[in-house]
């Protein structure tokens, strides 16, 4: 069971927007702190996608857009596209358990 | 290039031991801190162990304490994990990662490397 719950499965059409949520409490999101976000293509090793909610490393299309309020967060893909098949996660911090969590992850299936 | 490259990976029995070692290139290394992060088979991120940049300050997954411990020498720019007493539910990818942002607690993961595959199997 993982701290922060995330869906196990999105899926749209290629062109689409989809977006992943990321749920996680008070001593975690809710408490202020950054959530990031990675995607792991199949068989790789997970890249930084977003950082500080909302800012894409040098590289990330600005397709990819991540977004935070109160206790969730949220991670967008516009225009989707077929190489957009991957596993997502999200991580924060919680204060309770003093380090980094993961989310479950969530497969992205490009219909 | 910035990047990171874990070794020691392999086949081991219940019980057993191994060092994983995760050798960093094109940052400075003392500057940052440090974690391993694995991947059971079809399963998600876990966070096993992070270490500060000055190597003072450690801290590890529940599932591993007392079993796995971490190290770094700034000086070889070079990350390790001991793993002892190892269990078939510690079969995993592990990934060395760098880690990056201010404050600590808002740390991202923002280099990771190909991973190193540890299987603990009699």
């Known amino acids: 069971q993982s701290v922060l719950t995330q869906p196990p499965s999105v899926s749209g059409a290629p062109g689409q927007r989809v977006t992943i949520s990321c749920t996680g409490n008070?001593?975690?999101?809710?408490?202020?702190?950054?959530v990031h976000w990675y995607q792991q293509s199949p068989g790789t090793a997970p890249k930084l996608l977003i950082y500080?909610?909302?800012n894409r490393p040098s590289g990330v299309p600005d397709r990819f857009s991540g977004s935070k309020s109160g206790t969730s967060a949220s991670l967008a893909i516009s225009d989707l596209q077929a190489d957009n098949e991957a596993d997502y996660y999200c991580?924060?911090?919680?204060?309770?358990?003093?380090?980094?969590?993961f989310g479950g992850g969530t497969k992205v299936t490009v219909l | 290039e910035v990047q990171v490259l874990e070794s020691g990976g392999g086949l081991v029995q219940p019980g057993g031991s191994l060092r994983l070692s995760c050798a960093a290139s094109?940052?400075?290394?003392?500057?940052?801190?440090m974690s391993w992060v694995r991947q059971a088979p079809g399963k998600g991120l876990e966070l096993v162990s992070g270490?500060?940049?000055?190597?003072?300050?450690?801290y590890y997954a529940d599932s591993v304490k007392g079993r796995f411990t971490i190290s770094r020498d700034n000086s070889k720019d070079t990350l390790f994990l001991q793993m002892n007493s190892l269990r078939a539910e510690d079969t995993a990818v592990y990934y060395c990662?760098?880690?990056?942002?201010?404050?600590?607690?808002?740390?991202?993961?923002?280099?990771w490397g190909k991973g190193t595959t540890v299987t603990v199997s009699s």
């Open positions: 500080g909610n909302n």
């Open positions: 270490i500060h940049d000055d190597g003072l300050g450690t």
């Open positions: 094109g940052f400075r290394f003392s500057n940052f801190a």
């Open positions: 990662v760098k880690q990056d942002g201010d404050p600590y607690y808002n740390y991202c993961m923002d280099v």
């Open positions: 008070s001593s975690n999101i809710g408490a202020g702190y950054d």
């Open positions: 991580q924060s911090f919680d204060r309770n358990l003093h380090h980094w969590v």
